[in-house]
C-alpha cells in the first residue's frame, strides 16, 4: 500500500516521509525515531550528536558556491500525534502508518498520518542527502516531544547550535509565512469523591457522543467545531435540571491540543424515567446537531443499557462536579485587538476521566499574550479550586513574538513570489511552533515558518496535499538558494 507513496514526486522526500512512517514515534518515546535519523546520518558520513534532553543535531556543510552566507537551522519535530477511530484496530507502537492516495491527498487508514511533522522531517533529511541543491552550512535540529509539553525546545541546551537564521518547517498552509504564535500551559485538575451504592429501583444508562471531526486545538479551535466533551456535560446539566440523575462515569477526549472527537458517560437514573429521558436526548440531539451540521455531519448521540455494579457520586458531588464542567471555558475566549482575525487566547477542554470516585481533567490554554494566558488560567483554575480540586498548572512556554524586519522574512516573500507569481500571507497563528522557544535560548536568530497545506492534524482525518509538497519543497529549495551572506 505505501509503496505508491514512493513513486510521488518530489520521490526523495515522500520516500524518506514513507521509511519515516515505519518508524513508530509517540511523544516522550523517541528513541526509536531518533535512532533512525541517527543511522540516516552515519549512512552520509555527517556528523550528529544529541544535546542533554535528546534532540538530535545533523550537520552539513554547505555547498561550495555558498561558503560566505550565514549558516542556518532546519528544524522539526520528530514525534507525532497518535490518533485513531475506536472502530480501528492498531498498535502505534508496533506498527508503521498505512498510507493511501486519495486524488491530491495522501491519508492513513482511520489513524493520525504524522505529516504534521513528518513532512517537514522528511524534507529535511532530502537536503541533508542532496547532491545537486545549494545551500549554506546546515545545522539540522530535530526536537522531540512537541505534541505533549515542547519539553524538547524547552530543553535544548544553549551551547549546541551557531546558525543564525532558523527554518522552522511546522506550518500546515503553503501560503503562508508564519512569524509569530501564541503561548501555552497545561491544567491538570484532579479530585476523589467518596461514593455509593445506588438505590433498587434505579438503572444504569450508557450516554455516547460521537462522529465528531476533532482538529487542532489552536489552529482550529475558532471555526467551532464540536467538543464531545462539552456537548455531553450540556446534556447532562440538562437531564441532571428535570430528573433524578447521579453520574458513575466520564471519559472524553484523549490529547491536549486535539479537540475531543468522543465521550462517553454513565449515569444513574430512575427506572421509571428511562422513556421520558431517551426522549430527552433525542430531542437534545436533534437541537444539537442543527449547529454541527456543516462542520460536524457525523455528530451523533447513542444511549445504551449499562449493565454491571457501579457506586454513583453523591448528589451535592454530582450537582458541583456538573456545574464546574459547564462553567469551564472552552473554544475561543478573546479575539487579538491588534491583529485581524487573530484568536488570541483560548482554552480546550481536552480530556475528562471519571471512574471509580476519582475524576482527572485536562485543559491546554493558549495566547499570544501573556496577561491573557495568565487571566485565563488563574480563572479556570478558581473554578475548580473553589470547590474543593487539586489544580496543577505545567508545560508553560512562551510566544514568538512577529519580527517582520527580518531578512530572512524578506528572502522568503521574495522567492515566494519568484516562484508563485503572488505574495504569501505573513502571519501569525494561534497555535503552538517551537520558534519562540528556541528564540528564548538563541535570541539573535532570526525565524520564519512555512511548510505544506496540511488537514485534520492531530485527527485520523489528517492529509497532506501532494501538489502542496511539491510546491513547498520548491520554495524551500529557492530559499536555500538565497540565504544571505555573512555580515
Known sequence: MNNEIRDIEPSSLWNNFTDLNSVPRPSKREEKVIDFLIQFAEKLNLNCFQDS????????PSTEDMKDCKTIVLQSHVDMVHEKN?????DFESSGINMHIEGDWVKAKGTTLGADNGLGVASIMSILQSTNISHPEIEALFTIDEETGMTGALNL????????????????????????????????????????????????IKILVNGLTGGHSGAEIHKGLGNSNKILISLLKQLNSKYNTRITEFVGGNLRNAIPRESFSIIQIQTDDYSEIDKEITSFFNSEKINYKNLDPNFNISLFDAKGEFKVLAKDDHQKLIECLDTCPNGVFLMSKTI?????????????????GSISIKCLTRSSVENSKNELSSFLSDVFKN???????????PGWEPNVNSSILSVAVNCYKEINNK??????????????????HY????????????????????????????????????ILKNIPKRD
Do not use: R
Open 423 to 440: 505574495s504569501p500571507k505573513v502571519n501569525v497563528i494561534h497555535a503552538g511552533l517551537e520558534c519562540g522557544i528556541i528564540g528564548s
Open 387 to 397: 470547590q474543593g480540586f487539586k489544580v496543577e498548572l505545567s508545560g508553560v512556554y
Open 86 to 90: 475506536n472502530n480501528v484496530d492498531f
Open 443 to 478: 535570541p539573535n536568530m532570526e525565524m520564519i515558518s512555512f511548510g505544506p497545506t496540511i488537514l485534520g492534524a492531530h485527527s485520523p482525518d489528517e492529509k497532506a496535499s501532494i501538489s502542496s509538497t511539491k510546491k513547498f519543497w520548491s520554495f524551500l529549495i529557492e
Open 53 to 60: 534532553i535528546g534532540n538530535l543535531i545533523i550537520n552539513k
Open 157 to 204: 541546551d544553549e551551547d549546541v547550535l551557531k546558525g543564525e537564521i532558523l527554518l522552522n518547517l511546522d506550518t500546515e498552509e503553503d501560503d503562508e509565512i508564519c512569524i509569530g504564535c501564541a503561548g501555552a500551559v497545561d491544567i491538570t485538575i484532579k479530585k476523589t469523591y467518596s461514593t455509593e451504592y445506588n438505590n433498587p429501583e434505579s438503572t444504569f
Open 340 to 356: 485581524d482575525n487573530l484568536v488570541e487566547t483560548s482554552n480546550n477542554l481536552a480530556n475528562i476521566v471519571l471512574k471509580d
